[in-house]
């Protein structure tokens, strides 16, 4: 999905972004198993978004955090692979 649309989709789900965590992966089923299980994080909603590359997936990623999502960026990503952008609750 493109960067943009990426952008409008988690947009129409968002109203309140502090309330929100973004996130990238590989591997979105075991990212979300690492929230819940591993780390302790209750999650009531998980939306995910297969990006178009990893730059768009960061561009992303920063521009919520900067509307005050909770995140971080960095991660061992690679470009070779696919990109998912996530949000939960």
Do not use: C, P
């Not at 988690?10 to 591993?38: A, C, F, N, P």
């Not at 960061?58 to 991660?75: L, S």
């Amino acid at each position: 999905m493109t960067r943009e649309g990426i952008i409008a989709a988690i947009e129409k789900h968002v109203s309140t972004y502090s309330v929100w965590r973004i996130g990238l992966t590989h591997d979105t089923k075991q990212r979300k198993h690492e929230w819940e299980e591993e780390l302790g994080k209750k999650i009531t909603t998980w939306y995910d978004w297969e990006a178009n590359s990893l730059s768009d997936a960061q561009y992303i990623e920063n521009h919520f955090i900067k509307k005050g999502m909770d995140g971080g960026t960095g991660g061992d990503l690679s470009s070779y692979k696919t990109v998912y952008v996530y949000i939960f609750i």
